[in-house]
């Protein structure tokens, strides 16, 4: 059964970084996407990233709005590791990240693909 096991998060000053990782375990599909997700408090689940996995398309990624400029998505096959680096960070990416991956036929689902693996979740809060 898949497992995601996210990691990196904590509490950082405004402006300041954090590399969050996501190791994935058991996910045989050979096509899917990985997706970073944040929710705060009493606000709707927020898609922050995604990277590919597989044969069909590119695995460059893809960010929303509100984190482009800011953070980057990347991956490491070798260790089946995901990582979204947040740089630059503001009291409103104060959240619970978590970690998703879907099956897909393509790279270009990622964006609209129902992630169906969750991991438990780790929290990123920016303060002073």
């Known amino acids: 059964e898949a497992q995601l096991v996210e990691s990196g998060g904590g509490l950082v000053q405004p402006g300041g970084s954090l590399r969050l990782s996501c190791a994935a375990s058991?996910?045989?599909?050979?096509?899917?996407?990985m997706g970073w997700f944040r929710q705060a408090p009493g606000a709707e689940r927020e898609r922050v990233a995604t990277v590919y996995r597989g044969y069909i398309g590119s695995g460059s990624g893809t960010l929303a709005d509100s984190v482009k400029g800011r953070f980057t998505v990347s991956q490491d096959s070798a260790k089946n590791t995901v990582y979204l680096q947040m740089n630059s960070l503001k009291p409103e990416d104060t959240a619970m990240y978590y970690c998703a991956a879907a099956p897909v036929p393509g790279s270009s689902w990622c964006v609209r693909a129902t992630y169906n693996y969750w991991g438990q979740g780790t929290q990123v809060t920016v303060s002073s």
């Open positions: 058991g996910i045989t599909y050979r096509s899917y996407c």
